[in-house]
Each structure stands twice: as C-alpha cells, then as structure tokens.
C-alpha cells in the first residue's frame, strides 16, 4: 500500500517489480541523472549545503552565551540532507521564506517530517498487503497516514514542477541548471520526453525517500557514539586535521583520505542500519542460497540487522569500533559499499542502489564538517548520550542533543552570520 501510494500506482525505480517501467526509469536515472558529470557539475550545490549546516550550528553557539549551545543534532543532519537533495533537483534551500539563521522554516520541517512519516509506512507491516481484498477497511489506518503525508510533499512539489515544465514550453529557459531540468529534457531513442509529467513528478520524489534517511540517520549515530567514547571523536578529529588542517573546511576532494572517519560512519551502517529489513524483493527464478531452495515468486526479506550484528561475522566486541574495517593499517581506502552483504548499506547486484557515490559523498561529508567544526560534548545535565533505540524503528529513540562548541580558531572561518 504505502509503496504504491508513494510511487503515484509503481512508476518509480526502486519498488517497481523488475520489468519495462523498471527498465525505463532506471535507465534515464543511469544516463541523465545520477551521472559522474552530472554529480560533479551540482558540487557547488551540494557545497552550500554543508556550509549551511556549519552556520546553523554556529548561529545557535553564538545566540546563546556567546560560545557553546545544546545542538539537535537529528534535525541539522536531515535538515542538511534535505537542502542537498532540494538544491540538487529543485535549486532552492527554502520552499517559503526560510529562517536567517540557516534553520529550516516550518515548510522545510514540515516536509522532513512527511517524507519520514512516509518511510517509516514503506517498511512497516499491515494485513492488507496479504490480503488486498481488506485495503479499503484501512484497518491500521496506515492508507490515511500515508495518503495525508503524500498530500503534504506533493503539495510543494508539484506547483514547483509544473511551473519548470511550462518555463521550458515557453522558451524562458535555456541551460539545465538542476536535476529537474534534466529529467524534463532526457528524451527517449525517438527524441521524444523520456518521461511524463507523472513519472517525473513519482521520481523526484522517490529521490527525497532514497536521499534523506540513510546519511543523516548514519551521522546521528555515529556522533551518537564517538560522543560517548570521546577517544574514537578524537581520532576522527585528527585524521581531520591531519588532512585538512584547520584554516579551510573539508571538501568533498578530502573524502578518498579519511579513512578513519569513513570507517565510523561503515560502523554506525553496520549496527544502526535504518530499516530491520532491505527494500523486499520477489525471487524471479527458483534458486538454492545457501543449501536452501527458494521457490520462484518467494517474497524475499533480507535482515540488514541480523547479518551487521551477527558474531559468527563480525566477532566480539560487537560495540561501535571503527577500527574493525581499517584494513592493513589503512593502506587500502576504505568505503561505504558492502558488496559481500556482512551488513547492507548499499546492497549489491542488479537491484542494488544507483546512489552509492552520492550518498557516501552526503555522509562522510555531514560527519566531517559537524566533527571539524565543533568539538562535542555530552549536555552538562546527563551523564551519557542514551544509545536506546526507538521501539517502532531503528532511529534513536530520542533526537541527539548534544553540546557545540566551535572548534575553528577564527570566527571568520565560518560562513556569515
Ligand atoms: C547513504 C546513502 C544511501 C544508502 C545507504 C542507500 C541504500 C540503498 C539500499 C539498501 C537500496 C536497496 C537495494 C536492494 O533492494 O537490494 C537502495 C536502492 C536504491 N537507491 Fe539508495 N541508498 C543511499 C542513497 C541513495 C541516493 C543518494 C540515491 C540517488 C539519488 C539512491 C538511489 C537508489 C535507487 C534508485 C535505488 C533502487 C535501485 C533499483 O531498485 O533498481 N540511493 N539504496
């Protein structure tokens, strides 16, 4: 239900069963729009993005007392993802006025918080999945959640998209300047548009669903833990300074040389997966895994916490330790991927994700600027961060709050106030 539902009837990529629709979008999603040229030609938008995340935080030390302030660190990283991925397809932070300070308005926080409404829906149970013949008793009530949140990001989609597609009928635009551009302009082998208004409009915003949750959730846990074990912060400040130094910010050229930093944010993937299971998929052909057989039309769940925290895998301890994926003292450079699935960050094979660049890209960088930026502490008022996970999901179970401090000499590193 709640796949359909955020997929306008199954036009997207990734809960399409495998097939033509498939086929298409993933195809237009290859050549035009998750591109090597294209990523590199949105990095100042990206760029922005992180700069903006470094002036909220500081905005919010300097407005209170002067130096440190207790920092929501859940709500700056998805608002940090969010902008990202809205200035990568819309060209904009800010659906209305936005806030001076780099804060979200209430549009921006009203956004974030449907399109997570809407995740937490896709990768929950309900009868009617099974037995679609009770879909219209809503008996979870699930159908009116989803459909309300979908209302909601459509809503602020749709006007946006509709007035692109009329600017470039009208001849007012010239040069594609954002992904939205690009999808309006890929044409299929007959030069006609390559999708519809509908199809561009279901995956601009499976876009936001396949963007937001995993790198913010990834950084929220990792400062989580690094905060409460101060010496694995300190490391991961170090690597920083021994690359970047402390006289510019990190970059995303900076990322092929943090290894260690890299390695935390595998870590909090590894055992703070965001969802118990990967995306499902049905098995088109019998097969045997692992000595078993499993029939063709197997509904197939695979546990992303099983095998991340199995010990038969990845020994004892099985806490958050970085080190574990350093492999030869750092001589090989470590990344996000998992392609032997010992836990599932990316996934791997034909159904695997398309934004493995991208999203690394998002994660480490969210991680690195909140850990140079600012040195961390737990709030004076507890003793340690609370690492409980929350009972419906696998989010924290409390948004981090954690105390700042800017960690720069110099005000005039950080972007304006
Ligand atoms: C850290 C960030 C990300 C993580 C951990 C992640 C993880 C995943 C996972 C686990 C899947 C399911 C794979 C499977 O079913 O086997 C997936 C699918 C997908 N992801 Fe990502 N993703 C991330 C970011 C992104 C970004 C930035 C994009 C692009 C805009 C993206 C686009 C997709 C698409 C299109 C699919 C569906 C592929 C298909 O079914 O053919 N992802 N992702």
Redesign the pocket.
Known sequence: MATEYSSRGFLT??VVPWGDQ?KKM?KV?ASEI?TAARLRSLLDKRTEEVDNLVRFIYNQCKSNSGSSAVINLRLAARQCTGNVIRKMLFNRRYFGEGRKDGGPGYEEVEYIESVFTVLRHLYSFILSDYLPWLRPLDLEGHGKIVSEAMKVLNGYNDPLIDKRIKEWKDGKRKEPEDLLDAFILAKDSEGKPALSVEEIKAQCT??MF??LD??SN?AEWAMAEMINQPEILQKATEEIERVVGNQRWVQESDIPRFNYVKSCAREA?RIHPISPF??P?VSNADAIVSGYFIPKGSHVLLSRLGLGRNPKVWDEPLGFKPERHLKDGCIEEVD?TETELRF????????????VA???A??VMVLARLIQGFSWKVPSNEANIDLSVSENDLFMAKPLHAMAKPRLPGEQLYPPY
């Open positions: 990529i990734a498939w993933r999603m998750i499976e876009m396949a963007t995993n790198p990834a993937f990967n995306l998929h996000l599932i960050s990316f996934s791997t094979g034909r159904r695997g994700c398309m934004g991208l999203g690394s998002m994660t």
